[in-house]
């Protein structure tokens, strides 16, 4: 019998946010459009929110009105009313998302780095004021370009040096095709092609390559990394040559400062290091009494007690071990620079459900920010389902058709006990006190920072450029519960950069570019005490159990409804004093909704979102037709002549034997 088990639990461990440092520079040519930034005030009355500033070149041009422009009839389907014009001219389709949000999406990807001007035709939906019959404003696509990060030199076996391998990173600006990414560089060794495998990841911008095959032979060599943007559009190329140590020379090759959650100092060796030496007394940080290492394949990351600012002298002894306990034969000083950490937000832990047991308490981390921006957006109950056809629990697709802002404040984190908001510090939202949560409902909380919430030290000054802002009428005035349909918040996906973005600033906090939607975190949370988990087999039985996430008892007379994908109750039950029910259904369910007073509970039942079994043979076997017996005898062994005694064990669960009473 094959079986899915589904479960679903609260938070559970710290989840540790990575950044990616790259820069580049795009500077227009002569003769390029610029933005046209004046607005005329009187169109707020008409339009809430627009797509503007620099976008991606995938990105639909949406435009969302103060009040309703269609009827619902028109809603989902394509326009044939004519209702943008663009210079230069786009090709694609306009789409009425709902009564008062219109999206027009481009057949191809816009050019990299153009200045677009839009025209809507604003008279075809309203009665204007002859002044008011065209919007008229301008965007960019993001400048296409690139990065290349060089991250490792390490053998495929520890103690076969000769056949190396190079990790490393290619960024760029925008999304990229993947095929046309793999063809921008090549590697060469002494005049011989490398093969380069490739993995992609961070929506078509980080693409992460193994050049394959490297020969560390007896003398020094080096390999020639040849990239070209011409693949992707762009004039521009790059060259970077690798050092290969020769064998035998056992040396430092890099030193970095890694600046997270536990700052290290992270130290590259040429060669792999024997992971059960004594480093101390080897490896020494100036005024530093006491660290701790680390050692994993050719690397020794390095611990100071506390967080560290400033410069410091790192000083390597000889007599580092490699793998093969072949010593260093001579040490070097390094200067390390401790830098202030960027500042940042993040969640912390996982999970989607937030027990009443203390309120409904939310956890987070920050980093030098003095303030941060929450903002809440309620999926409403009635709408649950809808939302978990195309999402998880944690997505975020097509909020708008589900959900609504309920909330927008920003909470200092200055008076909060915190001495130094230079480094991570652990900070607490009670979401009962700022929204009234309406039990079913499922919330998503977004964490964001502005550039003057900022308690990062600037080095010569602030910069002054502005910060960057998503719409025209930014909707500060919304911050309390209500509709908020005059916000810019309804449109849910500010995903847009400042008219002044520069891709080269965009990790330098003293810049605007810094401050974009890609630094707001998000997270769905349900508050619920129901703890779910089902079992479904292939008789059609689907198991389910309820517990109490705070005290993990069975939970009695709870009410039991498994729906499918339409939205239709297949079967119903109500869990018994065990806390366990059996629902029998032809289909499979495509969702759990349990209810037990005011509390609500789901969980999507879809075969690729069952726990994993793969490790455990649980499968067994399934009956299709017949009776299943098996036939075993009292030993393993006989000798000739011995007599042979059976048994017989027969599994009749649809009773098709009668029983001897019945002969």
């Avoid at 990807?109 to 604003?122: A, C, D, K, P």
């Avoid at 390094?334 to 999970?351: C, D, H, I, S, Y």
């Avoid at 075993?632 to 000798?639: D, F, K, S, T």
């Amino acid at each position: 019998m094959t079986n899915n088990t589904w479960n679903k639990i609260g938070f559970g461990a710290l989840a540790v946010l990575a950044i990616a440092l790259i820069v580049f520079y795009f500077t227009p040519g002569k003769g390029a459009k610029t933005f046209n930034s004046a607005i005329n005030p009187a169109f707020g009355e008409y339009i809430s929110s627009y797509t503007a500033g620099v976008v991606s070149s995938g990105s639909p041009i949406r435009i969302i009105f103060s009040k309703d422009a269609v009827d619902s009839a028109a809603v989902g389907n394509e326009t044939s009313a004519k209702l943008f014009e663009f210079s230069p001219s786009i090709e694609g389709t306009t789409v009425w998302h709902d009564k008062r949000t219109v999206e027009f999406k481009p057949t191809d990807r816009l050019i990299s780095g153009q200045i677009y001007e839009v025209h809507l035709l604003l008279s075809k939906l309203f009665e204007v004021a002859s002044d008011l019959n065209t919007f008229e404003y301008t965007f960019q696509v993001i400048p296409q370009n690139f990065e290349i990060a060089v991250e490792n030199i390490k053998p495929y076996v520890k103690t076969q040096l000769a056949r190396q391998k190079i990790e490393g990173t290619l960024f760029t600006a925008d999304f990229a095709e993947n095929e046309s990414v793999e063809k921008m560089m090549t590697a060469l060794q002494d005049g011989k092609s490398l093969r380069i495998n490739w993995t992609h990841a961070g929506e078509g911008k980080q693409h992460l390559f193994v050049v394959e095959d490297v020969s560390r032979k007896d003398a020094a060599s080096t390999v020639k990394l040849a990239i070209s943007g011409q693949a992707i559009g762009i004039d521009q190329s790059a060259d970077k040559e690798v050092e290969i140590p020769a064998l035998g020379d056992f040396k430092v090759t890099n030193v970095r400062v890694e600046q997270g959650s536990s700052q290290h100092v992270v130290l590259q060796f040429s060669d792999p290091l024997s992971e059960t030496q004594n480093l101390e007394g080897l490896i020494n940080i100036s005024d530093l009494s006491s660290l701790d290492f680390e050692i994993k394949d050719n690397e020794i990351r390095v611990y100071p007690p506390v967080r560290q600012t400033g410069s410091r002298t790192l000083s390597v002894e000889a007599g580092i071990k490699n793998s093969l306990n072949y010593k260093m034969p001579a040490g070097g000083s390094f200067e390390v620079a401790f830098e202030q950490l960027l500042p940042a937000v993040r969640f912390t832990g996982k999970g989607t459900i937030l027990p009443s047991s203390d309120g409904l308490v939310m956890p987070f981390e920050a980093v030098n920010l003095k303030s941060v921006d929450v903002q809440i957006i309620k999926v409403f109950e009635n709408n649950v389902l809808q939302f978990l056809q195309v999402n998880s629990y944690e997505g975020n697709q097509e909020l708008r058709r589900v959900g609504k802002p309920v909330l927008k404040k920003t909470v200092s984190l200055e008076n909060t006990g915190v001495t130094d908001l230079g480094k991570w510090n652990r900070f607490t939202l009670d979401l009962s006190t700022l929204i009234n949560a309406e039990p079913g409902a499922i919330y998503q909380v977004r964490i964001g920072f502005k550039k003057s919430y900022l308690a990062y030290v600037c080095e010569g000054g602030e910069e002054t450029s502005s910060s960057n802002s998503v719409s025209a009428f930014d909707g500060d005035d919304f911050e309390t519960e209500g509709e908020g349909d005059e916000s810019y918040w309804d449109s849910y996906e500010d995903y847009y950069y400042g008219e002044d973005y520069d891709w080269q600033q965009r990790d330098n906090p003293c810049h605007s570019s810094y401050y974009t939607s890609n630094r707001t975190v998000k997270r769905n949370v349900i508050a619920s005490d129901l703890g779910l988990i089902a079992k479904r087999g292939g008789d059609g039985n689907t198991i389910i159990i309820a517990t109490d996430l705070k005290s993990t008892q069975p939970i009695s007379g709870v009410q039991l409804d498994l729906y499918d994908y339409q939205q239709q109750v297949i079967g119903s039950a109500s869990t018994g004093a065990d806390g366990k029910a059996v629902i029998n259904t032809k289909q499979n369910p495509f969702v759990l909704v349990a209810k037990s007073g005011s509390q609500r509970g789901y969980l999507r039942l879809e075969d690729g979102e069952s726990l994993s079994l793969s490790n455990f043979d649980v499968g067994g076997e399934q009956v299709h037709k017949g009776l299943k017996g098996f036939l075993y005898g009292e030993r393993g062994v006989w000798r000739p002549g011995d007599s042979l005694y059976l048994s017989f064990i027969l599994e009749d669960r649809i009773h098709k034997v009668k029983s001897p009473t019945d002969w």
